[in-house]
């Protein structure tokens, strides 16, 4: 049962301002052709949303409109921001956050999808369901959390912890880093967010998702002999050696991180996974044998 003051808190935030919602969302979707994140193909520039969340919240920025919020835009690269958002508590140090939301998309190809990915379209007349590249992940979020946060800003509700928003750059692509929230965390601008709780706001799919734990790059590198195919002997094969030590580590990974009793409860759709993704060397002949290679993938749950 909710406490009186909860109840009234809701009460005073009232419920999602559709319209404010859908007209955010359907600018951060305007602009996923250039959110794209795969380079060197795709660079994106998240300053375009990251504009579109500081206009939205400017009427109740300290900096802009006399209201409430902190606002910061943070970039590491040309183009390339983070914002954070901050509705002040009265208690120092009580804090809960809301962390994650990133401004980049995957790559759509246009050309294979039904409808135009690049701009906001519904399936509908009465427009229940949404159509378009970050719809769920994550340009949703980034206009869902930016309207809560608006929202604050405009009834000033008499909070004691502090509600801060952090919007991210660079979460679609691990080969270039300090862009984002690793930046963030380096320089201590979320230091202040480990004394309260922290809710990751991303996700793939459209319903409530309980337990996403973002993923984790790895490398993994086989140093052996090249020499001729026709000489075996002469040869230590750094491509066999490295799938013998995968099957090794996979294992482990299994036997250590198992799937939890109670996902089949909240309905995941798959456990904790360690696979392969990409796999490369400094290339030769098909009658080489290799003297090195590299084996990358992910750890996602």
Same mark, same amino acid.
């Given at each position: 049962?909710?406490?009186?003051?909860?109840?009234?808190?809701?009460?005073?935030?009232?419920?999602?301002?559709?319209?404010?919602?859908?007209?955010?969302?359907?600018?951060?979707?305007?602009?996923?052709?250039?959110?794209? #994140? @795969?380079?060197?193909?795709?660079?994106?520039?998240?300053?375009?949303?990251?504009?579109?969340?500081?206009?939205?919240?400017?009427?109740?920025?300290?900096?802009?409109?006399?209201?409430?919020?902190?606002?910061?835009?943070?970039?590491?690269?040309?183009?390339?921001?983070?914002?954070?958002?901050?509705?002040?508590?009265?208690?120092?140090?009580?804090?809960?956050?809301?962390?994650?939301?990133?401004? @980049?998309?995957? *790559?759509?190809?246009?050309?294979? %999808?039904?409808?135009?990915?690049?701009?906001?379209?519904?399936?509908?007349?009465?427009?229940?369901?949404?159509?378009?590249?970050?719809?769920? @992940? &994550?340009?949703?979020?980034?206009?869902?959390?930016?309207?809560?946060?608006?929202?604050?800003?405009?009834? /000033?509700?008499?909070?004691?912890?502090?509600?801060?928003?952090?919007?991210?750059? #660079?979460?679609?692509?691990?080969?270039?880093?300090?862009?984002?929230?690793?930046?963030?965390? /380096?320089?201590?601008?979320?230091?202040?967010?480990?004394?309260? *709780?922290?809710? %990751?706001?991303?996700?793939?799919?459209?319903? *409530?998702?309980?337990?996403?734990?973002?993923?984790?790059? %790895?490398?993994?590198?086989?140093?052996? /002999?090249?020499?001729?195919?026709?000489?075996?002997?002469?040869?230590?094969?750094?491509?066999?050696?490295?799938?013998?030590?995968?099957?090794?580590?996979?294992?482990?990974?299994?036997? @250590?991180?198992?799937?939890?009793?109670?996902?089949?409860?909240?309905?995941?759709?798959? *456990?904790?996974?360690?696979?392969?993704?990409? %796999?490369?060397?400094?290339?030769?002949?098909?009658?080489?044998?290799?003297?090195? &290679?590299?084996?990358?993938?992910?750890?996602?749950?």
């Amino acid at each position: 049962m909710a406490s009186p003051a909860s109840a009234s808190l809701k009460e005073a935030v009232g419920s999602l301002d559709r319209d404010g919602f859908v007209g955010l969302l359907s600018n951060l979707i305007g602009e996923t052709a250039h959110l794209q #994140n @795969d380079p060197p193909t795709y660079r994106p520039q998240e300053e375009r949303v990251a504009q579109h969340v500081v206009d939205v919240l400017r009427p109740v920025s300290a900096d802009t409109g006399g209201g409430p919020l902190l606002v910061r835009k943070i970039s590491y690269a040309e183009g390339r921001s983070n914002v954070i958002v901050e509705y002040p508590g009265t208690v120092p140090g009580r804090v809960v956050s809301f962390v994650g939301m990133h401004m @980049d998309v995957v *790559p759509a190809n246009g050309s294979e %999808w039904d409808f135009d990915p690049f701009s906001l379209t519904f399936d509908s007349e009465d427009k229940d369901k949404l159509r378009g590249r970050g719809t769920t @992940d &994550c340009l949703g979020h980034v206009a869902l959390v930016a309207q809560l946060m608006r929202r604050l800003g405009e009834v /000033k509700p008499p909070l004691k912890h502090s509600v801060i928003a952090v919007f991210i750059a #660079n979460e679609e692509n691990s080969s270039v880093t300090g862009i984002g929230v690793d930046g963030l965390v /380096k320089d201590g601008l979320l230091d202040k967010l480990k004394t309260g *709780p922290l809710f %990751w706001i991303d996700t793939a799919d459209k319903q *409530p998702c309980i337990g996403t734990g973002g993923m984790i790059p %790895w490398h993994l590198k086989a140093t052996g /002999k090249l020499f001729h195919s026709g000489l075996a002997h002469k040869a230590i094969n750094a491509m066999e050696m490295n799938m013998e030590a995968l099957k090794v580590i996979q294992k482990r990974f299994y036997t @250590d991180f198992p799937p939890h009793e109670k996902e089949k409860v909240y309905k995941f759709a798959t *456990p904790s996974t360690m696979k392969p993704t990409k %796999w490369s060397y400094p290339g030769g002949g098909l009658n080489q044998i290799p003297g090195e &290679c590299t084996i990358s993938g992910d750890i996602t749950g």
